[in-house]
């Protein structure tokens, strides 16, 4: 059996739309949390990403709506990976910020998809936008986020 390609791969050697675009290709696992919340890279340019997923039953909140815990945390992802996939090789990125504005309750089954863009990169710092829509179009919510670049140690 071979091994695993994260296991024969310097990733630190590879840019992070690299990265990124071997995980969205099946080569690479994803980041565990994509199965723990539920949702799945679909698409990848530099400086754009778009993630997919349906909220279930599991992450409602006490008043009959999905947690916005959960449309946070792919929110923060979107806007995380589109500053991941303007890293160059030896790069690595933390959220510092993470902004987020919930336009409209989200129910469980509802298909979303959630984009994110770059907005300017420095040497220390990042600036990216994602939002939240169904795929009719429906607006759930916005994020800005705040990202702190830094070389791996």
Not at 24 to 42: K, M, N, Q, S, Y
Not at 101 to 117: D, I, N, Q, S
Request: glycine share 10%; charged share 20%.
């Amino acid at each position: 059996m071979e091994p695993p390609l994260s296991d024969t791969l310097d990733l630190a050697a590879l840019s992070g739309l690299d990265q990124l675009q071997l995980m969205l290709d099946g080569r690479l696992p994803a980041a565990p949390i994509a199965e723990t919340v539920g949702f799945r890279l679909t698409d990848l340019a530099e400086g754009r990403v778009v993630f997919e997923g349906e909220p279930t039953l599991a992450v409602y909140n006490p008043i009959g709506s999905v947690h916005g815990g959960w449309i946070a945390t792919l929110l923060d992802s979107a806007c995380g990976c589109a500053v991941h996939s303007a890293l160059r090789p030896g790069q690595a990125y933390t959220t510092l910020e993470l902004k987020t504005v919930f336009h409209k309750a989200l129910k469980a089954g509802t298909p979303v998809r959630a984009e994110g863009r770059l907005i300017q990169a420095g040497r220390r710092a990042a600036f990216s936008e994602a939002d939240l829509r169904g795929l009719d179009g429906t607006l759930y919510a916005t994020a800005t986020s705040t990202c702190l670049v830094m070389e791996r140690s």
